[in-house]
């Protein structure tokens, strides 16, 4: 949001630049705990901690337990019998197969996406494609993830496919976790710059109307979470 009553007046000091987040409550809490595990903070196979989270944000545990629930049904933590929280573990075998479907349908979405994105999706591709590059010229990787996430997720709702919107956010969520460490990875092997550079060649595309081109693009792009997997493996 930009700034509140920017000519205030003589002599008045003008507000600060601030984000207001009008996300309900619970999806705040839920993005706070996604971000928990996929740094790590949260561990695969560890409890989570109710009563540290509630106190640390303030809340009753009543957000957060409708959090979990949310994550739970997008397969990120585990809800046990006895009331306990686990965050949810997956096998390399299982996120390799998720992988080749999530990599084939993001082409699917890149050359529908070629074929229907209007002027509003594309407005929304390049705003993400400039928030991604801000964050890695600032160097940092949870703000590019976050943009890079919201890239890849307005592309494929420039397919205007319902199915394939719904069955990619499902996945998308589950492979949260697996996708940050490719990101991290990327930053690792000094490739950071070039595959965040690929999101401008994926929207020029997109706008040039290619869509081969655009899933070439996309399937080489998405190749990081698979190195990843192998180094995870070793």
Known sequence: M???NGTMGTGENLLPTVTVDRRPLTDR???YVRDLIIQDILKPGEPVNVQ???ETLQISQTPLREALKMLAAQRLVEMQPNKRVLVASLDNDEIAQMLVVYTEMEKLAGRLAAEH???TDIRELKKQEKALMAAFRAGESLRYFHANQEFHLALVRASHNAVLIEVH????ARLYRTRFKGNQRNNRRGDWQAVAQEHGQILRAIIDRRGDDCAELLSHHLNGARFTLQDDAE
């Open 117 to 119: 994105a209007g002027t």
């Open 52 to 54: 540290a989270i509630c």
């Open 2 to 4: 930009g700034l509140i």
């Open 29 to 31: 809490v839920a993005a």
């Open 169 to 172: 956010a499902n996945l998308n």
